[in-house]
């Protein structure tokens, strides 16, 4: 078995609205009271005095999508973290509040790639010129630790703690640089999304994390058989589908025995951690979002 390769353009109007208002409006997984990070990370891309205006515009673009269905017309391979930019480029580029300035800069000295600046914006409400890094992460407590290097992801290698450690180099960039960029930055600030997921038995989370941001839980995969509800309903999520609470119509589910034996299956290929959502059938909606992960994870 292996992963499928899925296109931009089989992303259908729904999944690609549901996942935007999820990336325009979920909230950072980190408070901003984070001290050890120099640069700014609590930063809403709509705030309160914003909401009606955003919700005003993306009704109307719930009514005709065909502008966001264009943009993701593309025989490109999706790929979760790409894709997520994707959508925040999108949102930059069409929503009246902001313009874009520089999406996905690569900075060089001589021959050599310093690394790529991901969004400078202005902020036309305050004015403002804006250098922001994104990205959408998912990571696990492991060993019941708040500490940011104990918040591993799915492939058993990343963590938070390397993550703002990168966060705080790709910012720099812009001060080192600024020289090289036609626009003087006023702030910097570091966008972190996705979901924290906790052991099903554990009590801890990360250090500043933020209490009403997404989040989940974990387990291995020989804790299934505890760890899950023995009425409830199942389906494994594809990578493509880890953004919002979307869940197609069409979505075949399964009891808990029989998802038990697709997950084991699918990690006994691939090697690593498989979302699973557990549904609610009558109303057609993700209840709960979980991560299973083989026994050998992680693998710092």
């Known amino acids: 078995m292996h992963q499928d390769v899925f296109r931009y353009k089989s992303l259908n109007s729904l999944q690609l609205l549901n996942d935007l208002f999820w990336v325009v409006t979920s909230l950072n997984l980190l408070s901003p009271d984070l001290p050890e990070f120099k640069e700014e990370i609590g930063f809403d891309l709509i705030d309160n005095q914003k909401k009606k205006a955003f919700s005003n515009w993306f009704q109307a673009l719930c009514e005709d999508p065909f502008l966001l269905e264009r943009y993701f017309n593309s025989e490109e391979q999706l790929i979760l973290g790409k894709y997520f930019e994707r959508l925040v480029q999108f949102f930059f580029e069409n929503y009246p509040n902001y313009e874009l300035l520089i999406a996905g800069m690569q900075l060089f000295d001589r021959k050599t790639t310093l690394g790529e600046l991901d969004f400078v914006i202005r902020d036309k409400t305050k004015n403002e010129v804006l250098h922001l890094e994104v990205a959408v992460k998912y990571y696990m407590g492991y060993k019941s630790s708040p500490k940011h290097s104990m918040w591993i992801g799915p492939n058993g290698l990343d963590t938070l703690e390397k993550k703002l450690n990168k966060f705080a180099k790709q910012l720099a960039l812009s001060i080192s640089e600024e020289k090289n960029i036609d626009f003087k930055i006023d702030r910097r600030i570091a966008l972190l999304k996705g979901f924290f997921f906790?052991?099903?038995?554990?009590?801890?989370?990360?250090?500043?994390?933020?209490?009403?941001?997404?989040?989940?839980?974990?387990?291995?995969?020989?804790?299934?058989?505890?760890?899950?509800?023995?009425?409830?309903?199942?389906?494994?999520?594809?990578?493509?589908?880890w953004l919002s609470f979307y869940l197609d119509p069409a979505t075949k589910n399964a009891t808990k025995q029989e998802i038990i034996l697709k997950v084991s299956d699918q990690i006994a290929h691939i090697k690593k951690g498989i979302m699973l959502v557990m549904i609610d059938e009558k109303r057609n909606k993700v209840l709960a979002k979980k991560l299973v992960v083989p026994a050998k994870w992680p693998r710092l």
Do not use: Q
Request: with cysteine; charged share 30%.
């Open 198 to 241: 906790i052991h099903w038995r554990a009590t801890v989370w990360p250090h500043f994390h933020i209490d009403s941001s997404d989040y989940g839980e974990w387990m291995y995969e020989k804790e299934m058989e505890s760890a899950l509800d023995e009425k409830g309903r199942y389906c494994i999520f594809p990578k493509h589908l």
